[in-house]
């Protein structure tokens, strides 16, 4: 059989495709459902939020930190409870990351507040002495992109029905809505209400007069993003 | 002894030392635990098969001649013997995919088995261990296990001299500085020091039983300087505007009252577990509440932290 | 007619030698340099300020590792398939206008993609997804240029001489199918500007960006299906395709077993795609998806085994050789690497050791196991076979050769030495409780501690790094300054200098 295949190279390719392509589907689809299900308490992203992920995204902040807690106790002792598959359902792209150079930061908006992470930020070494972690002065000054981080919205709203401006249940028993724009102008306000609130905790001064001149710098967006991973 | 295994053995040996030196290098070695002992396992094996079925087939390289029918074919000239598979390979291979479907049929009992299960076994074992343990920490013992807490995570923020790094965080080793009480009463406070709700006012709300009046900027500047340097005996002035506003609430030596306002003297268990239950948020900036820590945790952080402002 | 011996034309061969030579340079550089700035980070600012933003560790990394893997690798793949296709299919690219066109657009197109993708990387846009940053734009292009490798696949094939199509053909084929389905799959996304606001705006925002079609775990499911088989069909099928032809070719030997080549193929083809769970040990995906991960794992050592066996066995009796000649040296140590890095992933693969493995050093010593001691030293050994064959003259230098493989050679085993170390004590360091049952040290002690090895790890891959400058220098002499060669010195053993 195997000689036969071997001079008749379109069964051969088939025969090659058919044995790598259904490995896959048993191992992917059986749980695509499910995993999609948000648990309890998750919101999806505001608009400053996802601006500071794709802020995230666009520095590679994966390449160094994970954001996957997995069930072991110096683990949770560290970074909190573990990972549950529902807490990423509006997570596109996943961002757990594989090499840990620097913590996980899962729930790191528990343990750490906007003004560390602005220190921090500027210049890793004053805060954490060691730290290898680049500084990255230039989110001070670079702006964010809400109009991207609207489009974003949008595209998950209509493509995926992630749940904006509808009520989403917390734990607690109420409900919260997660606001997004009706337009890019509306987006813009809601996002730059939002960036007052972060740049009100923050001390560098060109910041909060970028805030308050309506500019939103890339750092208030991340930090609101940060803010945001519990 | 040929120079193969010679070579083999060098570079096992090698591998080995580094390998040993990493558990050496680590606080408690392998500690007990299963995972680092597998790990460390397998990594020996991995050394060791590699490096000896290597030198099995380079041996084969040196002594043996190739040989074989060859079958008819050849393109661009390359041959092919009809060897047949090596035993132990073909033997080996099946093994496996009959360990493999007899351990995920079988061996592995399918949904029995949950990695979130294994955890909270593993969660249990630990707290048990710790719980009975920690009764008897008491005194230097506690100070010591509070410094190791401090270490592991406080010294991100507050340094690890505990000196707030430059003002980034509050500095420990004194109860509070100038800048903070001058903050606290010019703005009030409200941060839960108490462990429930229970703001200090701001300068509007605070009156010199002294003079009558609201506290002066002058007043301000006195008494924080007072509190913060640790009420000393020979300033006077400080002294007598914290006996006019301040001591109703902080008591006439600062070491607060039960309810109503916090010690601000000096650390007490109380106040720091408050702080590290509830977080705080001052003039230096945010402390975000430290959740994952137990009570006991919490109590030995305190006591590091109050040896501290002790100046030992 | 009949009787004249085949001209192979290796026009589109040599064009795709020089991208990987130069993407290697790139790649390996970047690679070099990222490595320095985790020991020394004041380098993330060394081109100033300024430039920090484009040269600060993060965003350099999918740089280093989309150049030596898309750029790199992947030229190699090309650049020996344009040789090897034609040898054992036994027909030139001369014979089809058709075939030589196609091939020259693949090329072009090629060259377009790797700058419009360096340009991206560069500008920060990205993914996120490991070896699947690129953007949709260049996702097209990339499938574009995959589907015209197809045509030049599939085209020498249906103008072939030889009937049966030899081991390396049949890797080559699986490589071109495992990549298509595997990139296409991972890289669904949605075009954000395709969103229309409620306000009735549209194209909003930056037209490169884009969503991926899944959402948390399930995205983590489908990146590492294809992050795990990338490694498969882009570091180790096509390069087995390679070894199959150099080793034998170069040192005149015959395959040792048909039978083992035959196991081994289908052996891999069916068991590669099922070890993908193990990227996801102690994740959200279910338990069984992770075991069946871990199992499939430990049986993949068979198959990788049996073709680096079928390798060494080649060369049985060969010792001479062996010892005679560089590039044999390079394919032999190389399968010795092949094995190494396909018993420790299955290891890595394991759940307990994973637990400790994953997120550390340990997992980088693995993957450069495999991609500088195998897949570079594969790629290499086969640009200094085809040399003489496509430059019609004689290696430069053998001497440099030979101080290059044992440049390289330290250069790799300090690098994994100092990363198994570096790894496992980050590992263990991590778990670690003290006698109160707090946590032994904080995030930053277990970053410090890894200074040293960043260090040696740096220095290891400057050796590498300095040993492909030989290797580049080697390659350029050849054909500028190399002896001309006759036909007949080319039969097996590559005609080299001193
Ligand atoms: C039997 C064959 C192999 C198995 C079972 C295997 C297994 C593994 C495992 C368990 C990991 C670590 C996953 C994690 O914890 O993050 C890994 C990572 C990796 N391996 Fe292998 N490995 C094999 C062969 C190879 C070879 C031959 C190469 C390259 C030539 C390679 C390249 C990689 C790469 C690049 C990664 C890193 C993926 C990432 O970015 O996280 N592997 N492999
Ligand atoms: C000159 C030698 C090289 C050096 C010094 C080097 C250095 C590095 C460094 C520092 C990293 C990042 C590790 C981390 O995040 O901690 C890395 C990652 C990586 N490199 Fe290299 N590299 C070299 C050559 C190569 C080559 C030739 C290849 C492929 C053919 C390659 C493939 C990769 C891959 C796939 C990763 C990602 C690993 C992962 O995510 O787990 N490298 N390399
Ligand atoms: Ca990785
Ligand atoms: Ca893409
Ligand atoms: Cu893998």
Redesign the interface.
């Known amino acids: 059989m195997f000689h036969w295949l071997e001079k008749h190279p379109f069964f051969f390719a088939v025969g090659v495709f058919v044995t790598i392509a259904f490995a896959g589907l048993i191992e992917i689809l059986p749980n695509f459902a499910e995993a999609s299900r948000p648990v309890i308490g998750t919101k999806p992203y505001s608009t400053l939020e996802l601006a500071g992920r794709n802020v995230y995204i666009k520095n590679s902040c994966n390449a160094c930190h994970s954001q996957l807690i997995r069930p072991f106790k110096a683990e949770t002792d560290r970074y909190g409870h573990y990972s549950l598959s529902g807490e990423y359902a509006y997570d596109r792209p996943f961002l757990w990351g594989s090499k840990r150079t620097g913590p996980d930061l899962m729930r790191v908006g528990n343990y750490r507040t906007t003004d560390w992470h602005e220190n921090h930020m500027k210049d890793p070494e004053a805060v954490v002495p060691g730290s290898i972690m680049p500084a990255y002065p230039w989110m001070f000054t670079n702006k964010a992109d809400i109009d991207t981080a609207y489009a974003e919205q949008l595209t998950v709203a209509q493509f995926f029905s992630v749940p904006y401006n509808k009520p989403v249940p917390m734990k607690d028993g109420s409900t919260e809505i997660v606001k997004m724009g009706n337009s890019v102008a509306e987006a813009h306000a809601l996002a730059l209400e939002e960036a007052k609130a972060v740049a009100a905790d923050m001390k560098d001064q060109d910041v909060k007069d970028a805030v308050a001149r309506g500019e939103i710098p890339e750092i208030v967006a991340l930090i609101a993003y940060l803010n945001s991973l519990k | 002894m040929n120079k193969l295994y010679l070579w083999g053995i060098i570079i096992t040996a090698i591998m080995l030392g580094a390998t040993y030196y990493t558990v050496v290098l680590t606080k408690g070695g392998l500690n007990g635990d299963i995972v680092n002992m597998l790990a460390i396992a397998g990594a020996v094996a991995l050394v060791i098969i590699t490096v000896f079925v290597v030198i099995k087939y380079v041996r084969q390289m040196q002594t043996d001649t190739a040989e074989g029918e060859l079958a008819d074919e050849s393109w661009d000239n390359i041959g092919e013997y009809k060897n047949p598979v090596p035993m132990g390979w073909a033997i080996m291979f099946l093994g496996t995919m009959i360990w493999g479907m007899w351990y995920f049929m079988v061996g592995y009992p399918v949904n029995a088995y949950s990695q979130i299960g294994e955890y909270n076994e593993d969660v249990a074992a630990h707290d048990a261990k710790f719980e009975k343990e920690y009764a008897s920490i008491t005194g230097d013992r506690l100070v010591e296990m509070g410094e190791s807490v401090f270490l592991a995570e406080c010294k991100v923020c507050h340094g690890i001299s505990a000196d707030g790094i430059d003002g980034k965080a509050a500095n420990l080793n004194q109860r509070i500085e100038e800048k903070s009480v001058k903050y606290v009463v010019e703005h009030g406070s409200n941060s839960k020091l108490l462990g429930t709700e229970m703001p200090m006012p701001d300068r509007n709300g605070l009156f010199n039983a002294n003079s009558g009046a609201l506290i002066t900027d002058a007043e301000i500047d006195t008494v924080s300087k007072y509190v913060a340097e640790g009420f000393p005996a020979n300033d006077t002035a400080g002294a007598e505007v914290f006996a006019g506003v301040c001591s109703s609430c902080h008591g006439a030596d600062g070491r607060g009252m039960d309810y109503v306002a916090p010690n601000i003297r000096e650390f007490t268990p109380a106040l720091v577990t408050n702080v590290l239950t509830h977080g705080k948020k001052g003039v230096i900036g945010k402390m975000p509440a430290i959740d994952r820590l137990n009570a006991k945790q919490k109590e030995a952080a305190a006591a590091y932290i109050i040896s501290l402002s002790k100046g030992e | 007619m009949e009787n004249r011996p085949l001209e192979y034309d290796y026009t589109v061969a040599k064009m795709f030698m020089l991208t990987t030579i130069l993407l290697g340079i790139v790649g390996m550089s970047i690679g070099v340099f990222i490595a320095f700035?985790?020991a020394f980070?004041g380098l993330?600012?060394v081109f100033g300020?300024g430039l920090?933003?484009y040269t600060?560790?993060?965003?350099l990394?999918?740089l280093h590792t989309d150049a030596v893997a898309y750029g790199f690798t992947i030229s190699g793949i090309f650049a020996t398939w344009f040789y090897v296709g034609q040898?054992?299919l036994?027909v030139s690219m001369a014979e089809s206008k058709f075939l030589m066109f196609v091939g020259k657009l693949q090329f072009w197109l090629y060259v377009v993609g790797v700058a419009a993708a360096v340009v991206s990387l560069f500008l920060?846009?990205?993914?996120?997804?490991?070896y699947a940053e690129f953007e949709w734009p260049i996702d097209i292009a990339i499938v574009v240029i995959w589907v015209l490798w197809g045509v030049s696949i599939?085209g020498l094939?249906g103008i072939r001489r030889?009937?049966?199509?030899?081991i390396s053909v049949?890797y080559y084929?699986?490589a071109f199918?495992?990549v298509a389905?595997l990139y296409l799959?991972n890289n669904m996304e949605?075009p954000?500007?395709?969103?229309?606001?409620?306000?009735g705006?549209s194209a909003?925002?930056?037209w490169l960006?884009s969503?991926?079609m899944?959402?948390?775990?399930?995205?983590?499911?489908?990146?590492w299906?294809f992050g795990h088989?990338a490694v498969a069909f882009l570091f180790t099928v096509p390069i087995i395709a390679m070894i199959y032809?150099f080793l034998?070719?170069e040192s005149g030997?015959?395959?040792?077993?048909?039978?083992?080549?035959?196991?081994s193929f289908?052996?891999l083809?069916?068991v590669?795609?099922?070890a993908?769970?193990h990227?996801l040990l102690?994740?959200?995906?279910?338990?069984?998806?992770?075991?069946?991960g871990s199992?499939?794992s430990?049986?993949l050592?068979?198959?990788s085994?049996?073709s680096a066996?079928n390798m060494?066995?080649?060369?049985?009796?060969?010792?001479q050789q062996?010892a005679a000649s560089p590039l044999i040296k390079f394919m032999v140590l190389g399968s010795?690497f092949y094995?190494?890095s396909t018993?420790?992933g299955p290891?890595?693969a394991?759940k307990?050791?994973n637990?400790?493995?994953?997120?550390?050093d340990w997992?980088?010593g693995h993957v450069h196991d495999g991609v500088l001691g195998w897949v570079g030293f594969m790629i290499m050994a086969a640009l200094y076979h085809m040399s003489p064959r496509v430059f019609k003259r004689e290696i430069y230098s053998k001497s440099l050769m030979a101080a290059q493989f044992w440049i390289q050679t330290l250069g790799v085993v300090l690098y994994f030495?100092s990363m198994?170390?570096a790894g496992?004590?980050q590992?263990?360091?991590?778990?670690?409780?003290?006698e109160?049952?707090?946590?032994?040290?904080?995030?930053?002690d277990t970053?410090?501690?890894l200074h040293p090895y960043y260090a040696i790890r740096g220095v290891g891959g400057l050796l590498y790094l300095v040993g492909f400058f030989m290797f580049a220098y080697n390659i350029y002499k050849t054909m500028t300054a190399g002896r001309a060669v006759e036909e007949s010195e080319l039969?097996?053993k590559s005609p080299m200098g001193a």
Do not use: C
């Open positions: 700035e985790l980070p993330n600012t300020e920090a933003e600060n560790f993060s965003r990394r999918p040898r054992v036994k920060g846009y990205s993914t996120s997804k490991e599939f094939i030889e009937k049966s199509l030899y049949w084929i699986a199918l495992g389905m799959f949605v954000t500007m395709l969103a229309t606001s409620p306000a705006e909003i925002g930056d960006h969503v991926s899944y959402a948390g775990t399930n995205d983590a499911l489908v990146q299906w088989n032809y034998p070719k030997q015959a395959i040792y077993s048909y039978k083992l080549s035959l196991l289908w052996g083809m069916f590669y795609l099922w993908g769970g990227h102690y994740s959200t995906v279910p338990d069984w998806m992770q075991t069946m199992i499939f430990v049986i050592i068979l198959p085994w049996g066996i060494l066995l080649t060369m049985k009796g060969e010792w062996v010795t094995m190494f018993l420790e290891i890595q394991i307990s050791v637990a400790i493995a994953h997120f550390t997992i980088v030495t198994w170390i496992i004590t590992g263990m360091m991590w778990r670690a409780h003290d109160f049952g707090n946590l032994a040290y904080s995030f930053i970053v410090t501690v039969a097996n």
